[in-house]
């Protein structure tokens, strides 16, 4: 069974740092790109951040960009998403997901998905 586990997530001041994690288990994702999304209380999901299974290749969505950083390290968890400089309005639930699919792919194009982790970011 494939699985993907977020970790990391919690309560933080705006202008602290959280570090995500996303674990798998039940196969290798060193060939898939992985990315980040987050869904706010009475909003849709939306995407943060992904990264390319090879070279590298990043996309952030603009409200993170310069604060946030995805890094991979395919030997062991698969993607990390460094978060500095929070604000409230980053508050929401992180999931992870994987795909064989572009760093610009919509999140119906991710064919795995973890359970997701809330941060909360307090003013």
């Known amino acids: 069974q494939v699985q993907l586990v977020e970790s990391g997530g919690g309560l933080v001041q705006a202008g602290g740092s959280l570090r995500l994690s996303c674990a798998a288990s039940g196969r290798t994702f060193s060939s898939y790109a992985m990315g980040w999304f987050r869904q706010a209380p009475g909003k849709e999901r939306e995407f943060v951040a992904a990264?390319?299974?090879?070279?590298?290749?990043?996309h952030y969505t603009d409200s993170v960009k310069g604060r946030f950083t995805i890094s991979r390290d395919n030997a062991k968890n698969p993607v990390y998403l460094q978060m500095n400089s929070l604000k409230p309005e980053d508050t929401a639930v992180y999931f992870c997901?994987?795909?064989?699919?572009?760093?610009?792919?919509?999140?119906?194009?991710?064919?795995?998905w973890g359970q997701g982790t809330q941060v909360t970011v307090s003013s």
């Open positions: 990264i390319s299974w090879s070279r590298g290749y990043t």
């Open positions: 997901a994987a795909g064989r699919v572009g760093v610009r792919a919509l999140d119906y194009e991710y064919a795995y």
